[in-house]
């Protein structure tokens, strides 16, 4: 399939505090690229007749309604193909796999959110039937906030579990390398997250994980995909969007606080990673809750 070709990493913008991450949004076309990320995600789209969507080795043309839990790290995206219609509804739930531990999962009432999160990693597909009893809810989620979206959401993930007719979507539970279990990336990713708003060399880079220039660019570029100045904008436009959705700040301040000195550069890699201006993507979101 060429859409495999070129996969992508997304950067969550999902802090180490947070609980969720809801996004809300009413688009008129689809157009972000595949990609993977080791946050779990709950898509609920409507109005999305025609919509092709792709979750691991499984691609399927969805109805009206369509509500798939993806597990970590398994590739997904939803591609507009040849749905016409200019209004459609869509709410990403994200969350960090390690949110409920172990030991909370292994209590007998959480036997079925546990079994569920096992099956996520081939991509669930839950029945119509299922995404329309819950269809209510889960757009009320985006106006929620504190205590109320929290437990919201885990109620909804309690009542998905024990639904009828879920499907699993990939035969297999793709698994790229774990951009995570390396120690020098997990340093390195620490790192950015601290520093992102700070200049940050390359070589201050390398030194980080005791690695030479030459070999840093090789390092990152093999466990990411990407360069490291790729890779520090992208996790830069990740808060950067975050910023223009979640606070009314103008969008030069926004540029300088995420470590762009140039508002034309800020603007410019803005529109290479969201395929849209500053302006534009803060205009298109209906909403968008942080839980902390």
Not at 81 to 96: A, L, P
Not at 107 to 124: L, N, T, W, Y
Not at 234 to 250: C, H, M, N, P, T
Request: net charge positive; glycine share 4%.
């Amino acid at each position: 399939m060429d859409i495999l070709k070129k996969i992508h990493r997304e950067i969550v913008t999902l802090s180490p505090e947070d609980s969720f991450l809801v996004e809300d949004r009413t688009k008129e076309y689809f157009d972000y690229p595949i990609h993977y990320h080791p946050e779990m995600e709950l898509n609920f789209v409507l109005n999305g007749k025609n919509v092709r969507r792709t979750i691991g080795d499984s691609m399927e043309i969805i109805d009206d309604i369509d509500l798939v839990l993806v597990g970590p790290n398994l590739y997904h995206v939803w591609e507009q193909h040849e749905c016409e219609n200019k209004e459609i509804r869509e709410v990403t739930i994200q969350f960090h796999n390690d949110l409920f531990d172990d030991s909370f999962l292994h209590r007998s009432v959480m036997r079925p959110i546990k079994e569920m999160f096992d099956r996520s990693a081939h991509g669930i597909l839950f029945s119509k039937e299922t995404s329309m009893a819950l269809k209510d809810r889960i757009l009320k989620v985006p106006k929620m906030g504190g205590m109320d979206n929290f437990m919201e959401i885990f109620s909804i993930l309690y009542d998905l579990s024990i639904s009828r007719n879920q499907r699993l979507l990939s035969t297999l539970s793709v698994q790229p390398i774990n951009f995570e279990s390396s120690n020098k990336i997990k340093a390195l990713y620490e790192f950015v997250q601290k520093n992102y708003s700070k200049k940050i060399t390359l070589k201050e880079a390398a030194e980080l994980v005791n690695l030479s220039n030459v070999s840093f660019n090789r390092f990152i570029k093999r466990r990411t995909g990407k360069t490291f100045v790729d890779y520090l904008n992208e996790v830069r436009i990740g808060y950067a969007s975050k910023f223009l959705i979640e606070r009314d700040l103008g969008i030069s301040e926004i540029a300088f606080i995420c470590g762009f000195n140039s508002i034309a550069n800020f603007n410019r890699v803005f529109k290479k990673n969201k395929k849209r201006t500053p302006t534009q993507y803060r205009n298109d979101f209906s909403g968008i809750k942080r839980v902390l």
